[in-house]
């Protein structure tokens, strides 16, 4: 019988899918977008997919956007039907959000490359095996609580929390869908921000750059792990 598809959700036109994209091409898994940022409807019911993406945005969860509380609905049915999702960034406070956490602002942007330090539990190398500190890439300014039953996975210097697992969920702070071509990208729209927003987490454009060939390989093998264990709670194996 064939998989119903993975319905991925993007609320800005630049924060697409990504590796992700690919991933779930490789794997032979179906999947459709679902432009929110094109005003697409948020659709009523997570049965009619396999599993639920939410990708970044530059809006927070706390914005009076028609779209957000239509979002949270769905993702606390996707929770009670037993429909997996996966947050990245905006993704992540999103899930928090539905389920009773708070998003606040962080204590400082997090812009750039900088170390992500898994947690030592069996669950955490459920998730990520072997690993234990990655180079992950960033871009937020809030973070979130762990929402009630969640375990906290994984930490870095300048934001105690990057990534949560509650069940087969994933909320994940960090940017592990990364592409030469998105970084570009985002370094290109986002140079004043990164002008404006001097401080320990934020690195100029050219040291971003510049550290984007030694990382993002290691990066993408990070997040193929994540995503196939991921797939097991979509494929039921």
Known sequence: MPIQPVAIFR??????????????????????????DHGEEIPLSPLLFSGLVFMGGPMSVNDALPWIPPVLALIRQ???????????????????K???GTVTPNTAKEIGWGTVTVEN??????????????????WHGETWSLPAGATLLARSAHCPHQAFALGPHLGLQ????????MIDEWCRNGADEILGN???????????????????AALQAVAEQLYDRWLTGVTGR
């Open 198 to 216: 001097p401080g320990p987490g934020v690195q100029p454009v050219a040291t971003l750059l510049a550290a984007t060939p030694r990382h993002l």
């Open 121 to 138: 539990s069996a669950l955490a190398r459920n998730w990520w095996g072997n690993k234990r500190t990655f180079e992950a890439f960033h």
């Open 11 to 36: 609320h800005t036109l630049t924060e697409g899918p990504g590796y992700l994209a690919d991933h779930l091409d490789r794997r032979g898994i179906p999947w459709t977008l679902i432009a929110v």
């Open 174 to 181: 960090c940017h592990v869908e990364m592409t030469s071509e």
């Open 78 to 96: 996707a929770r009670e039907q037993g429909v997996p999702i996966l947050g990245h960034c905006l993704g992540s406070q999103l899930m928090c």
């Open 98 to 100: 539905a389920w009773g």
